[in-house]
């Protein structure tokens, strides 16, 4: 635990020591998993803005995948309502950061409970733009990453509902030879789907805030790991679908070459932000091999719509583009997630298929 340095933090930790301790009491009086759950979350949300969840605590929640449905949505009942109920920045950042953690560690039964919460109405559970935690200079700066927190990773569930599968799963396997096949039984349509959802979401990624100049700096880079894996990982998806493009670039429609190369015009936009963001131990060879597909990808569809239709597809290119803009800044009034809205993977276009990991991202 960090130090004492306010009043605040004092009445944090006292906050804590008697949640757990209530939590423990009655979880010591019943058999019921809820209420191990219940502890489990507490301990690994606290008010101290030095330390993000710890491993433990978070492989018992995690723990709730290898039982019973019942059992999976104990947990992540717990986790939401601690979630709803906090006013404090810093709990509620750690219980965005579990939520994460379900999606990229988390067994699928514990996945498909976070991705049907709640089971009726169309509250979007994780919508937090109007989180203010005025008890310091701290929190009001940790209140802002609350509310970018909690909408990227509503871009995250909303691309993983359009692609089929949870971006950045480690749980996701399969041979790299069958997802290239699966990729090219797409159509154009459901392709460009795909891109402008992955697109979108390292859009969402780059409006990252600042680190935090009151501190919560541990907090701040466990988010920023975890969103940068989500970057290597829709960058994978996306190098696979813009060589599918490269293949297919002779037989493309004039819109779905206007739809592409404002795509790529979009990413390009993304790449100093995203760059800045992924630093140290990342593949760097990788990723820069990635951003050379992009440019090529775009000469090629770019020169199409020169050779083929001249000005007024340039013109036509910049009003999709303009226009895609205008789209993504109405994203949130649109993001509204109802248990019919839930990430549906049983009936998946792959039903009995997974991802497959590139070796050595990491």
Same mark, same amino acid.
């Given at each position: 635990m960090g130090r004492i340095t306010s009043f605040a933090d004092l009445i944090g930790k006292i906050k804590d020591k008697a949640s757990q301790s209530k939590a423990a009491f009655v979880s010591s009086n019943t058999k019921g998993k809820t209420l191990s759950f219940h502890l489990s979350v507490l301990r690994a949300t606290t008010h101290d803005p030095s330390t993000p969840p710890g491993n433990r605590h978070l492989a018992v929640l995690l723990s709730a995948g290898t039982g019973s449905r019942a059992t999976a949505a104990s947990a992540v009942e717990a986790i939401m309502d601690r979630l709803h109920t906090t006013g404090d920045a810093c709990v509620a950042l750690k219980s965005l950061i579990i939520v994460h953690h379900i999606v990229k560690h988390g067994r699928f039964i514990l996945q498909d409970q976070l991705s049907v919460f709640p089971a009726s109405g169309g509250r979007n559970y994780l919508k937090l733009s109007g989180f203010r935690d005025e008890k310091s200079p701290l929190m009001w700066e940790l209140s802002s990453w609350v509310r970018w927190y909690a909408l990227y990773l509503e871009h995250l569930l909303s691309t993983s509902r359009i692609m089929g599968f949870f971006i950045s799963?480690?749980?996701?396997t399969v041979h790299k030879d069958e997802y290239e096949e699966m990729v090219s039984s797409l159509t154009n349509s459901d392709l460009l789907r795909e891109i402008d959802a992955l697109v979108g979401l390292l859009e969402e990624a780059c409006k990252i805030p600042d680190l935090p100049f009151s501190g919560g700096k541990s907090l701040a880079d466990k988010i920023t790991h975890l969103v940068g894996e989500d970057y290597v990982s829709s960058i994978n998806e996306l190098y696979t679908r813009f060589n599918e493009f490269k293949e297919r670039s002779n037989t493309l429609s004039f819109g779905d070459t206007v739809e592409l190369?404002?795509?790529?015009?979009?990413l390009e936009g993304c790449k100093e932000r995203l760059s800045e963001m992924?630093?140290?131990?990342?593949?760097? +060879?990788?990723?820069?091999?990635?951003?050379?597909?992009?440019?090529?990808?775009?000469?090629?569809? +770019?020169?199409?719509?020169d050779d083929n239709y001249g000005q007024v597809g340039k013109s036509i290119v910049e009003f999709g583009k303009r226009e895609k803009r205008y789209e993504s800044a109405r994203f949130t009034d649109r993001l509204i997630m109802g248990y019919g809205d839930a990430v549906r993977f049983s009936s998946g276009r792959f039903p009995n298929v997974d991802r497959f990991n590139l070796p050595g991202f990491f």
């Open positions: 799963s480690t749980s996701n190369v404002c795509a790529l015009k979009r992924c630093h140290g131990n990342w593949k760097r +060879g990788w990723i820069d091999g990635f951003w050379g597909l992009v440019l090529e990808v775009k000469a090629i569809v +770019g020169n199409l719509v």
